[in-house]
């Protein structure tokens, strides 16, 4: 599977995790199918936020609140690994809650798609997806 993104958007994801090197940043991915079209950041309520993630929930209940009221689509979240490896992790792989949601990894202004569907992929559940840059 392949999933799309504009290079401008990309570059605010990287951007975002960059200037908040020392912790992992997080936010969510809006848009259809196969193409993120939007990125919303949302603040990682971690206890430890160096080395883990917490999507706030209260981000996740308004985006649940706009996509009844006719908005985007949330079709993953994406997060950064200060450790510098654009990659899921064993706790990552225990967090997983949806196994629809892409998961979008950066660290080192790389990126690597995820989904979290596969049982014999890494940690037990995540396959690597093409990320088409447009």
Not at 19 to 27: K, L, M, P, S, Y
Not at 59 to 78: D, K, N, S, T, V
Not at 87 to 103: E, N
């Given at each position: 599977?392949v999933?799309?993104?504009?290079?401008?958007?990309?570059?605010?994801?990287?951007?975002?995790?960059?200037?908040?090197?020392?912790?992992?940043?997080?936010?969510?991915?809006?848009?259809?199918?196969?193409?993120?079209?939007?990125?919303?950041?949302?603040?990682?309520?971690?206890?430890?936020?160096?080395?883990?993630?917490?999507?706030?929930?209260?981000?996740?209940?308004?985006?649940?609140?706009?996509?009844?009221?006719?908005?985007?689509r949330?079709?993953?979240?994406?997060?950064?690994?200060?450790?510098?490896?654009?990659?899921?992790?064993?706790?990552?792989?225990?967090?997983?809650?949806?196994?629809?949601?892409?998961?979008?990894?950066?660290?080192?202004?790389?990126?690597?798609?995820?989904?979290?569907?596969?049982?014999?992929?890494?940690?037990?559940?995540?396959?690597?997806?093409?990320?088409?840059?447009?």
């Amino acid at each position: 599977m392949v999933a799309r993104i504009s290079r401008t958007l990309l570059n605010e994801i990287l951007e975002h995790a960059d200037r908040n090197a020392a912790q992992e940043v997080c936010g969510l991915l809006l848009g259809e199918g196969g193409r993120i079209v939007s990125a919303q950041r949302v603040a990682n309520v971690a206890s430890n936020p160096a080395d883990r993630f917490e999507i706030d929930p209260a981000a996740l209940f308004a985006q649940a609140r706009a996509e009844r009221a006719g908005g985007a689509r949330m079709i993953g979240h994406y997060h950064s690994h200060p450790n510098g490896r654009a990659a899921p992790s064993a706790m990552d792989a225990a967090a997983v809650t949806d196994p629809a949601m892409l998961w979008l990894i950066v660290a080192n202004g790389a990126a690597t798609l995820w989904r979290a569907d596969d049982p014999h992929g890494l940690h037990g559940c995540f396959a690597a997806m093409e990320l088409a840059i447009d």
